[in-house]
């Protein structure tokens, strides 16, 4: 079956400008990375690339035609020459006060899409920039890439298109824990984090939001023992699903930082080669920040090294115990948002053995 891209025009092409009605020349301007990237996914992939774009009015005296048609074919002449052409253009012409079925997000135009086995709709994206073209993609059943929203750039677009999505999800459940981790490493940042302690659900924000991942993390704990299976368990369990959702890990950047935290410096240094390595350069003074242990941090990167089977080197200085704990995290989140990037136009394993 042929997967389709419903590419939308204004917003996601072209630059809109501020009335939305692009008229003239001077008004044109060319999305960032629409070139290089559109391109690549036209080479590189077999998706049928079709044109949805609401023009409102087209035709009338608010928008005559002669100022559409020249920048159009303009638009199609430039794409054309950068590789990017198009299997067909689907253009509505109505108002929004005119509730047609025809205007996006309605389907209308997009009949010969729906309930016809020679399409894999379930595997073709709306792409788009406006929550419209989210609603086109529910409505016929596909996904959504909306530019502009949570970080979607044209380069994301493209890598999520030849790459694939880095989701993943694990459950452990034995006597001790219970817990559910989600993980998406090319996320937001968004964090849904619960594990009955609320430092350590701190800590572990810290990752998701300044790795730019998206993290949940639901535990379910011990704790009337004491903190020890919940914080190894979870690090067990979250390192695990970090390794599933980097695959095969092709085209990964592989290594990952340093940073300063008031009177603390923090380095979380790492390598996604497949040998788990703790060394950890760190001394606490006191026996607990907030409701967790200080020493069971080390056991934590120990158990997320040996899960996620990353050498990891860590070393922290300073006075104040939390801003040490907090800068480590924080150093893990930025490593692991370097580690992971991926380039899609160098996609291979970025080792000499052939294997990571």
């Not at 080479?43 to 044109?51: A, E, I, Q, T």
């Not at 609401?54 to 005296?61: A, K, S, V």
């Not at 930082?257 to 497949?274: I, K, R």
């Amino acid at each position: 079956m042929q997967r389709v891209l419903f590419i939308d025009r204004d917003g996601t092409l072209i630059e809109e400008p501020y009335d939305e009605q692009i008229d003239s020349f001077e008004k044109l301007k060319f999305v960032d990375g629409v070139f290089r990237n559109l391109g690549f996914i036209r080479r590189k992939l077999d998706f049928r690339f079709v044109m949805v774009s609401n023009q409102d009015g087209l035709g009338t005296t608010s928008f005559p035609e002669d100022t559409f048609w020249p920048v159009h074919n303009f638009i199609l002449q430039t794409l054309e020459g950068e590789g990017i052409s198009f299997d067909e253009q689907l253009i509505d012409r109505h108002f929004p006060e005119d509730n047609s079925p025809m205007r996006k997000p309605g389907t209308g135009m997009l009949t010969e899409y729906l309930n016809n086995d020679k399409y894999d709709l379930a595997n073709s994206y709306v792409i788009g920039d406006r929550e419209t073209d989210r609603k086109l993609a529910e409505n016929i059943g596909c996904k959504a890439l909306i530019l502009g929203q949570d970080g979607m750039t044209w380069d994301k677009i493209a890598e999520i298109l030849f790459a694939g999505e880095r989701i993943a999800e694990v459950s452990r459940k034995t006597k001790e824990t219970d817990i559910y981790v989600k993980v998406n490493l090319d996320g937001s940042g968004k964090c849904d984090i619960s594990t009955g302690l609320g430092f350590f659900d701190h800590m572990l924000e810290q990752i998701g939001k300044h790795g730019m991942m998206d993290l949940t993390i639901h535990t379910k704990g011990d704790l009337h023992v004491d903190e020890h299976h919940t914080i190894e368990d979870t690090a067990i369990v979250l390192g695990e699903c970090i390794l599933k959702g980097l695959g095969d890990k092709r085209g990964i950047e592989r290594y990952g930082y340093c940073l300063p935290m008031d009177d603390c410096l923090c380095q979380a240094v790492l390598d996604f080669g497949g040998r788990p390595w703790l060394v950890w350069d760190v001394e606490f003074h006191r026996e607990r920040v907030g409701d967790v242990p200080t020493e069971m941090f080390l056991h934590f990167f120990k158990s997320f090294s040996d899960a996620a089977r990353i050498n990891l080197n860590i070393k922290a200085e300073g006075e104040n115990e939390h801003h040490k704990i907090e800068g480590i995290f924080k150093a893990l989140a930025r490593a692991l948002k370097m580690a992971v990037q991926r380039d899609i136009f160098h996609f291979e394993l970025p080792s000499t053995k052939g294997m990571l």
